[in-house]
């Protein structure tokens, strides 16, 4: 099992910038596929970016071009980098981690980010 902190979440003005972690512990974090979603208030939660053991990330096309994940095995954290923010980039975002022998992964507890002048 793994447990997920996320952090660094805030309010921002559009086009700022803002960069989230999720640190991972009680398990070998470099195991696990990581991904961020999001979830924006009435709406359902969507993936943003799907990160893999390697670090190879996908993204959502809302966000290609303005966000960048990343991941740092030996500092068992997850990073999202994100870009020129718009008001619609407001959501609480969540870390997600999934071993592929598993059924099912782990949230965290999620981070707000705000975009608003």
């Known amino acids: 099992q793994v447990q997920l902190v996320e952090s660094g979440g805030g309010l921002v003005q559009p086009g700022g910038s803002l960069r989230l972690s999720c640190a991972a512990s009680g398990s070998i974090f470099s195991n696990y596929v990581m991904a961020w979603y999001r979830q924006a208030p009435g709406k359902q939660r969507e993936l943003v970016a799907h990160?893999?053991?390697?670090?190879?990330?996908n993204y959502a096309d809302f966000v290609k071009g303005r966000f960048t994940g990343s991941r740092d095995n030996a500092k068992n954290t997850v990073y999202l980098q994100m870009n020129s923010l718009k008001p619609e980039d407001t959501a609480v975002y969540y870390c997600y981690a999934r071993r592929p022998i598993e059924p099912t992964g782990y949230w965290g507890q999620g981070t707000q980010v705000t975009v608003s002048s």
């Open positions: 990160i893999t053991f390697d670090g190879t990330t």
